[in-house]
């Protein structure tokens, strides 16, 4: 045999429930299709002090539910078919406790809360004697409330239900809610107005009542009934006043229900629970679907505006900071430079005063440690003062990227100090006047001196060399020697201050090569750090743009996804519809996506 | 005390010179404090708002005489002193729903204005003849256990229809009612089973059936089987038939309530109102100085004792005090709860020589004095105790 059409309709829509985090909608449907077969359930809702225990009472002729002041239970009561009297107490863990049934309001109100699941009476009535199951709930009331949940848990299984409301009022918003909510998920509804044996105005109310459900679509009759008549009715055997008490037309009601073929019935509420499931879930996929287009429409715009400020920023600040680099390098270039420069000069001029007036053969030896120590330490200050300049350039450029620099500096200490580019200062040729130039150089002057003064004095009849040529001799030969001692002073001079300035220049000419070369290396560094880390930060922004668009072809996809779920389960809706025309019933509104 | 928040007024009318509309207000709040006290009726649609202001209202008595009665104001048009909530059944929700929205901490503090009544008592146990004790009974336990019933200044059953028809019964209605039940018991019973049983043109003599609609349409069928029974145990004229119907009603708890919840704390309940509309003015549209009307407006809230007594006579009546017996009793007379005058407080004669209220005063200050510094006991009830005190001690004040 195969598998009826309701059921594959209902596992179908059962899935699509469990797929979408509804578990308790698909809970609804499993028990539908699970329901135990031979049974039909009569449910009994209704708001607190409506009559509810009263109602039941009188339909069964018997005090099995509590009445009056009396707490009502916060789980349902089954009350069944049962040869003779008898109750059960069904706990969390489905532990079954009989109790006496004329003991059952108290042993229930003994019991702390949420011990129970629920309670099982058994009756030898007639009326139940084919199966039915009259099912006592909790006064509905605040919606969040574990009692009203315990109370609507019934929809999962009843066959029929029979809303209570008394003829005090018509319907308040509230009750005209539930009997919408309990119309969708149950298609055999019953309104049955109680407490009209008190209420001069009830004929109204009913009116009233029947013209509210009508608006709201609710297609359930309503009966006006009074259990007070309907218990004199029973003490006095009065058929007349049973009849009166409405109750007649509520227990035909009640064994049309029980007498409708169990696999029409079936087929129908499953048709009807799948329509409610899927109207119940497509709601609420079309809730997603605004959240997803409304969190769409807000977000992605915003979020692509971002992206392109940020890449407007990453192009400014590219400029800026290219522009910085090339500043301030060529600045500490021709710094770097006029600085080395000034140094020399001052070590040239003490060299120029140096040799101005000492002598380097005399000084020489004192003198070149000097220019080797003064040269070092202008090179090591200049290299130093170098690596600042470097160092505060970087965190100059580095400052142009704000916040988004989070990275080390790059390392920009410069190989060695400066110093190993220095070679000791070379001895020059200083050639000194020693003892036989001296001898030889006082000979020639005295030669002139003497043949001079001697052939003066040979006018006088003296003879060639006399005292007084001798002594001549002697004067010039002293005046010789000084002069020519001046003579290779100067040249001495000249010679060591050519060869200092000569080692200043070489020094300063290789200095400042490497101080260029350091310059550009530090250049080429920071540039190469700087470009590596925009670049970076561009492909980060391309990313993120390419995510939110991806994002939102994602959250197309997911919409879309969901609009055909919407679609599916619209379809599972209609053909359920069918079903229940087939079952015997008109189903009116269809669903659409 | 009204001196005082009539001060506070004007200093917030110089504060708020230049603006149109607090300055209507707090002309309104100088105003409503010389005028009744206005007691509004809250509650569901057809919770019985409408019959039970008429009740009362309709034939106003010595205690009620300086009571404006609102029926169901809405929020803005005019703001009550005081608020009898009626709610149709006291269950869990309907509770929850009739409690007043909290303001300022002031408001909360001295939230003693209101009365619960659980209305329309005559449908509770499906309009047993029991029903108005049942609902008494309910009534009276909720008061006592229910959290939710916590700061009301009373929790009354009341049978709105059954007091204004009684109130009202007319010569010819009571002639009727005694035809009927003139009639035998067992004869009769079938046909006031029901509203429908009772309007039957079988109905047994020569009453036409609009009559007896409109007589059950007036009472209910509650109130016709009552009236019916009482003439049977001997309510043998209208008078004592009318007063009866009232009598069970609950209307005359709920008048004594009123009145010495209400009508005796008037001064301090139109004080309460103007203090919290001009709380509520200060804080919604602060001014630079107002701070210094916000700490006098807190200093007079601090200060005003008439709240706490309400609040003691409210706690000590709804059992939530250790407080029982003669002492209970004795606790709330001397906070003012069967009038606020010397005499009232200490149960003695209005006229009643100043030396012997001197001498009465005294005698229970000293007992309450020691109650309050009794270290035995727990600091609740030594608190309640100085409330007391404070309250005898303000009434020998009035003899310095």
């Not at chain 1, 105005?201 to 109204?204: M, V």
């Given at each position: 045999?195969?598998?009826?059409?309701?059921?594959?309709?209902?596992n179908e829509?059962?899935?699509a429930?469990r797929?979408h985090g509804?578990?308790?909608l698909?809970?609804?449907l499993?028990?539908?299709r699970?329901a135990p077969t031979g049974?039909?359930?009569?449910?009994?809702?209704?708001?607190?002090?409506?009559?509810k225990?009263?109602?039941?009472?009188?339909v069964?002729?018997a005090p099995?539910?509590?009445?009056?002041?009396?707490?009502?239970p916060?789980?349902?009561?089954?009350?069944?078919?049962?040869?003779?009297p008898?109750?059960?107490l069904?706990g969390r863990s489905?532990?079954r406790?009989?109790?006496?049934?004329e003991?059952?309001?108290?042993?229930l109100?003994a019991?702390?809360?949420?011990?129970?699941s629920?309670?099982?009476?058994?009756v030898?009535?007639?009326?139940l004697?084919a199966?039915l199951?009259?099912v006592?709930?909790?006064?509905?009331?605040?919606?969040?409330?574990?009692?009203?949940?315990?109370a609507l848990d019934?929809?999962?299984?009843?066959d029929?239900?029979?809303?209570?409301s008394?003829?005090?009022?018509?319907?308040?918003?509230?009750?005209?809610?539930?009997?919408?909510h309990v119309r969708?998920?149950?298609?055999?509804?019953?309104?049955?107005?109680?407490?009209?044996?008190a209420?001069p105005?009830?004929?109204?109310v009913?009116?009233?009542?029947r013209?509210m459900?009508?608006?709201?679509g609710v297609?359930a009759?309503v009966?006006p009934?009074?259990?007070?008549?309907?218990q004199a009715?029973?003490k006095?055997?009065?058929?007349?006043l049973?009849?009166r008490?409405g109750?007649?037309?509520?227990l035909?009601?009640i064994?049309?229900?029980?007498a409708r073929?169990p696999?029409?019935s079936?087929a129908?509420l499953?048709?009807v629970?799948v329509?409610a499931?899927?109207?119940?879930l497509v709601?609420?996929?079309?809730d997603?679907v605004?959240?997803v287009a409304?969190?769409?429409?807000?977000?992605?715009?915003?979020?692509?505006?971002?992206a392109?400020?940020?890449a407007?920023d990453?192009r400014?600040?590219?400029?800026r900071?290219q522009?910085?680099?090339?500043d301030e390098i060529t600045?500490?270039?021709?710094?770097a430079?006029?600085d080395?420069r000034?140094?020399t000069?001052k070590i040239?001029n003490?060299?120029?005063r140096t040799?101005?007036e000492?002598?380097p053969?005399k000084v020489?030896?004192e003198?070149?440690?000097?220019?080797?120590?003064?040269l070092?330490?202008?090179?090591?200050?200049?290299y130093?003062?170098?690596?600042?300049?470097a160092?505060?350039?970087?965190?100059?450029?580095?400052?142009?990227f704000?916040?988004?620099?989070?990275?080390?500096?790059?390392?920009?200490?410069l190989?060695?100090?400066g110093?190993?580019?220095l070679?000791?200062?070379?001895?020059?040729?200083i050639?000194?006047?020693?003892i036989?130039q001296?001898?030889?150089?006082?000979?020639?002057?005295?030669?002139?001196g003497?043949?001079?003064?001697?052939?003066v004095?040979?006018l006088?009849?003296l003879?060639?060399i006399?005292?007084?040529?001798?002594g001549?001799?002697?004067?010039?030969?002293?005046k010789?020697?000084?002069?020519?001692g001046?003579?290779?002073l100067?040249?001495r001079?000249?010679?060591?201050k050519q060869?200092?300035?000569?080692h200043?220049?070489?020094?300063?000419?290789?200095?400042?090569?490497?101080?260029r070369d350091a310059i550009?290396?530090?250049?080429?560094?920071?540039?190469?750090h700087?470009?590596?880390?925009a670049?970076?930060?561009?492909?980060?922004?391309t990313?993120?743009?390419?995510t939110?668009l991806?994002?939102?072809?994602?959250r197309e996809r997911?919409?879309?996804?969901?609009?055909?779920e919407i679609d599916?389960l619209?379809?599972?809706?209609?053909?359920a519809?069918?079903?229940?025309?087939?079952?015997?019933?008109?189903?009116r509104?269809e669903?659409?996506? | 005390?009204?001196?005082?928040v009539?001060?506070?007024?004007?200093?917030?009318?110089?504060?708020y010179?230049d603006?149109?509309?607090?300055s209507a207000?707090l002309?309104d709040?100088?105003?409503?404090?010389e005028q009744?006290?206005?007691?509004?009726?809250t509650?569901a649609?057809?919770?019985?708002?409408?019959t039970?202001?008429?009740?009362l209202?309709?034939?106003?008595?010595r205690?009620?005489?300086d009571?404006v009665?609102?029926d169901d104001?809405?929020?803005?048009d005019d703001?009550?002193?005081a608020?009898?909530?009626l709610?149709r059944?006291?269950?869990p929700?309907?509770?929850?729903?009739?409690h007043?929205p909290?303001?300022?901490?002031?408001?909360?503090?001295?939230?003693?204005n209101?009365?619960?009544v659980l209305?329309?008592?005559?449908e509770v146990?499906?309009?047993?003849?029991?029903?108005?004790?049942?609902?008494k009974?309910l009534?009276?336990?909720a008061?006592?256990?229910?959290?939710?019933?916590?700061?009301?200044l009373?929790?009354?059953?009341?049978?709105?229809?059954?007091a204004?028809g009684?109130?009202?019964?007319?010569?010819?209605?009571?002639?009727?009612?005694a035809?009927?039940?003139?009639v035998?018991?067992?004869?009769?019973?079938?046909?006031?089973?029901?509203v429908?049983?009772?309007t039957?043109?079988?109905?047994?003599?020569?009453i036409?059936?609009e009559?007896r609609r409109s007589?059950?349409?007036?009472f209910?069928?509650?109130?016709?089987?009552?009236?019916?029974?009482?003439?049977?145990t001997?309510?043998?004229?209208r008078?004592?038939?009318?007063?009866e119907?009232?009598?069970?009603?609950?209307?005359?708890?709920l008048?004594?309530?009123?009145?010495g919840c209400?009508v005796a704390?008037?001064e301090?309940?139109?004080?309460?109102t103007?203090i919290?509309?001009?709380e509520?003015l200060l804080?919604a549209?602060?001014r630079?100085?107002?701070?210094?009307?916000?700490s006098?407006?807190e200093?007079?809230?601090?200060?005003?004792?008439?709240?706490?007594?309400?609040?003691?006579i409210?706690?000590?009546?709804g059992?939530?005090?250790a407080?029982?017996?003669?002492?209970?009793e004795?606790a709330?007379?001397?906070l003012g709860?069967?009038?606020?005058?010397?005499?009232?407080?200490?149960?003695l004669e209005?006229?009643?020589?100043?030396?012997?209220?001197y001498?009465?005063?005294?005698?229970?200050?000293?007992?309450?004095?020691h109650?309050?510094?009794r270290?035995?006991?727990?600091h609740?009830?030594?608190?309640?105790?100085h409330v007391v005190v404070?309250?005898?001690?303000g009434?020998?004040?009035?003899?310095?």
């Open positions: 045999m195969t598998a009826p059409a309701w059921l594959e309709v209902l829509t059962l899935d429930c797929t509804r578990a308790d698909a809970e609804r499993r028990r539908r699970d049974q039909i359930r009569l449910g009994v809702l209704g708001f607190p002090k409506q009559g225990g009263y109602l039941l009472n009188a069964l002729n099995v539910c509590a009445v009056g002041d009396a707490a009502t916060a789980v349902p009561t089954e009350i069944a078919y049962a040869p003779e008898a109750a059960t069904v489905r532990e406790i009989p109790v006496a049934v003991r059952l309001t108290g042993e109100g019991r702390p809360a949420g011990t129970l629920r309670v099982e009476v058994g030898p009535r007639e009326l004697s199966g199951v009259l006592d709930t909790p006064p509905v009331g605040d919606p969040r409330s574990p009692r009203t949940a315990a019934l929809l999962a299984e009843a029929a239900v029979i809303l209570v008394d003829a005090t009022a018509p319907l308040s918003a509230a009750e005209l809610a539930l009997a919408r969708t998920w149950c298609p055999h509804v019953v309104l049955a107005l109680t407490k009209i044996d209420c105005g009830w004929r109204a009913a009116e009233r009542d013209a459900l009508g608006e709201a297609d009759p009966l009934v009074s259990a007070v008549v309907r009715a029973a006095a055997g009065d058929a007349e049973n009849a008490s109750f007649p037309e509520l035909g009601w064994a049309e229900q029980a073929p696999e029409q079936r129908l499953a048709a629970g329509r499931a899927a109207a119940e709601e609420s996929l079309r997603r605004d959240a409304q969190d769409a429409g807000l977000g992605q715009a915003a979020l692509l505006q971002r392109q400020r940020r407007d990453l400014r600040q590219n400029t900071w522009n910085l680099l090339s600045d500490l270039l021709s710094d430079e006029y080395l000034e140094r000069r040239v003490t060299i120029d040799f101005d000492g002598d053969a020489w030896d003198f070149a440690p000097w220019l080797d120590n003064a070092a330490e202008a090179v090591d200050v200049n130093t003062w170098l690596a600042d300049r160092e505060w350039i970087a965190q100059a450029v580095a400052a142009c704000g916040a988004q620099y989070d990275r080390a500096l790059p390392d920009l200490r190989d060695g100090s110093l190993e580019y070679d000791d200062v070379g001895r020059p040729k050639e000194k006047f020693k036989g001296q001898a030889f150089t006082g000979l020639r002057g005295s030669y002139g003497v043949l001079m003064f001697g052939l004095t040979s006088a009849g003879p060639l006399n005292p007084i040529s001798i001549a001799g002697a004067a010039f030969a002293a010789t020697i000084k002069d020519e001046g003579m290779r100067q040249r001079q000249a010679v060591a060869a200092a300035q000569r200043v220049d070489d020094v300063f000419l290789r200095f400042s090569k490497e101080c550009r290396v530090v250049q080429r560094r920071l540039r190469d700087f470009t590596g880390l670049e970076e930060l561009a492909d980060e922004l990313h993120e743009r390419e939110i991806a994002g939102t072809a994602e997911r919409t879309g996804h969901i609009r055909r599916r619209a379809a599972l809706h209609q053909r519809g069918e079903l229940g025309t087939i079952a015997g019933r008109q189903q509104r669903l659409s996506a | 005390m009204t001196q005082d009539r001060d506070l007024l004007h200093a917030a009318a110089g504060l010179r603006d149109p509309r607090a207000l002309h709040c100088l105003n409503r404090l009744p006290l206005r007691v509004a009726f509650g649609p057809s919770s019985g708002k409408t039970l202001a008429a009740a209202g309709e034939y106003p008595t205690a009620l005489r009571l009665l609102l104001p809405g929020p803005a703001v009550p002193d608020t009898v909530r709610v059944h006291l269950e929700d309907e509770l929850a729903a009739a007043p909290a303001g300022s901490a002031f408001a909360r503090q001295s939230a003693v209101s009365v619960l209305s329309r008592a005559d146990g499906a309009g047993r003849i029991d029903a108005l004790l049942t609902a009974q009534a009276r336990r008061w006592r256990e229910d959290p939710l019933c916590t700061g009301f009373g929790v009354i059953a009341v049978a709105g229809q059954l204004y009684g109130r009202s019964l007319r010569d010819d209605e009571f002639d009727l009612l035809a009927f039940a003139a035998p018991r067992e004869e009769l019973e079938r046909h006031v089973l029901s429908d049983s009772f039957d043109p079988a109905f047994p003599g020569p036409p059936v009559t007589l059950v349409v007036r209910g069928m509650f109130g016709v089987r009552l009236a019916l029974t009482l003439i049977r001997g309510c043998d004229d008078v004592k038939l009318s007063a119907l009232v009598r069970r009603s609950g209307l005359g708890e008048r004594d309530t009123l009145a209400f704390r008037a301090a309940l139109r004080a309460r103007a919290i509309r001009l509520a804080a549209h602060p630079p100085g107002g701070d210094r009307l916000v006098r407006v200093r007079f809230a601090a200060a005003a004792h008439d709240f706490r007594e309400l609040r003691l409210a706690d000590i009546r059992g939530r005090t407080l029982s017996g003669e002492p209970a004795e709330v007379r001397l709860a069967q009038g606020t005058t010397p005499a009232d407080r200490l149960a209005p006229d009643a020589d100043p030396d012997e209220i001498d009465a005063g005294l005698d229970a200050l000293r007992r309450w004095r109650e309050a510094e270290p035995d006991r727990p609740a009830e030594r608190a309640a105790a404070r309250s005898t001690e009434l020998l004040s009035l003899f310095a």
